[in-house]
């Protein structure tokens, strides 16, 4: 027998041969005593119907089913499909990664145990978590921006505080200690985190106190706040950090740094015209303490406002995302920039006073409870022309800002995540020596006329007494008369 396929609705001639194939192991025998001569004159092969819900009642014979297209399957049939290829996927996946955190599991406890003798079991559980985190990790996690705020910036500024910079000439020398600052007058602040200046986030170590003076050619800043003590050479995030801001645009605002709206790609000199801000930032972890940092012939002698000894650097900004050393720029770098900064730093709790050298680092024992020093100067007025630098006026005022990073709790701290005197800009007043005198006058009037009647009191006296010595001394002689004219 032989299978031979048509078109329309037929087998397959991979299926027409299977089944002939099959056909070959199989023999129909007829009884010659019931069935005489015969002839086969069709062979006819029905697909079995679908089974239904209900039971089949018995029906009549089908007719054979004449030669008609095959319909295609219905979507159910398709869907059904997917769905078992998805289920199928997940469970190996799933598979997978059951197996993959059992063999983690299983590594790091033998791990574990192979090193208990030499690591605790502190030091142990942190690798064998991270590799764990590390394989269940399906979703990536974004860094935060630095400078964004959580949610709608508040401020409550106390607009009556000042800084009040005297003239003091001959007075102060730049070592970071605090010695010659002591008859000094300063302006005390609460510190507040930047980005949210509410008081239940103040720093804990206490209030920083501001001083400021000038010698009619540079201006002095001191700046002292409690602290313990804590340095890691050469990790700048790990050890205090100070900074200074001032407005150099009128339009410049405390809040985002100068407040220019324009993005990180399109900040200029012209696009963000009036916006700028002028900043000193002092990180010490490459400092010496006592030693001086900030501009150097090196660092000078290319235009810019670093510093690769201390970095003590000069910078401007236009906004948090847009700032740059002094000299340097979008539009490209001026060579006519300098750093103009100079300062040194302090704690309190070092026992050396004669000087550090860098093989002393750390220079103290950490912890240890006392306040650090930062000591800065920088002249009135710069040979800034490219309006970075913010200029100083003798008998006006400028715009101050002081920030504070610490490293809390020994975790370093990050960019944005600083403290600050206040939530907008503190008026810097810079004095002018009349101005102190003309502040005297009205109080010491009245020592005024007694100085001047002692005066003319002490001149009469030496008059009298210089005519009464002239008549003690002068010669009571008796004229000489001759004999004959008595």
Sequence with gaps: MDITPHTGISFSASDASAINFSLTTHKVHFDSTLVGDYKLLNFTWFEPPAPSQAPLASSPPMKAPTHRASPSLPSSTSNKGKHSNLILIFGIDTGLLITAII??????????????????????AKPRLLLLLFVLSTVSIGWVNSHEESGKWSCESDSEIRVLAEFKPGLITLDGHADDWEDIDGSEFS??????????HEYKGGKMNVKALHDGHDVYFLLQVDGEYVYSKGENT??????????????????????????????????CKGHEVDIMHFSIGSAIPGRLYGGNPVDNSEGNGGDRFGHLVDVYAWTPHCRYLDGMGPSGNDSSAQNDWKGAWWHSSFSVHSGFVEEDSPYASGGQKGTYYFEFSRPLRTMDHIQQDVQFK????????????????????????????????????????????????????????????????????????????????KPNSVPFTPMENL
Aim: hydrophobic share 35%.
């Design 103 to 124: 063999s983690v599991l299983i590594f790091c406890s033998c791990a574990f145990r192979g090193r208990k003798s030499k690591a605790s079991p502190k030091e142990t």
């Design 238 to 271: 790990r050890c205090p950090s100070i900074a200074l801001m001032f407005q150099i645009g009128e339009d410049a605002t405390y809040h985002n740094m100068g407040g220019c709206k324009e993005g990180t790609g399109s900040c200029t000199s012209k696009t």
């Design 394 to 473: 003798i008998g006006e005022s400028s715009k101050l800002s002081v920030a504070f990073w610490y490293p809390v709790d020994r975790n370093p701290w990050h960019g944005s995540g600083h403290y600050t005197i206040n939530c907008d800009w503190v008026p810097l007043d810079i004095s002018s020596g009349s101005a102190l005198l003309t502040k005297s006058a009205p109080g010491s009037s009245g020592g005024s006329t007694a100085s001047v009647f002692a005066l003319l009191l002490s001149v009469v006296s030496l008059c009298v007494s210089v005519f009464v010595g002239y008549r003690v001394i």
């Design 191 to 200: 510190l507040l985190p930047a980005l949210d200046p509410h008081a239940e």
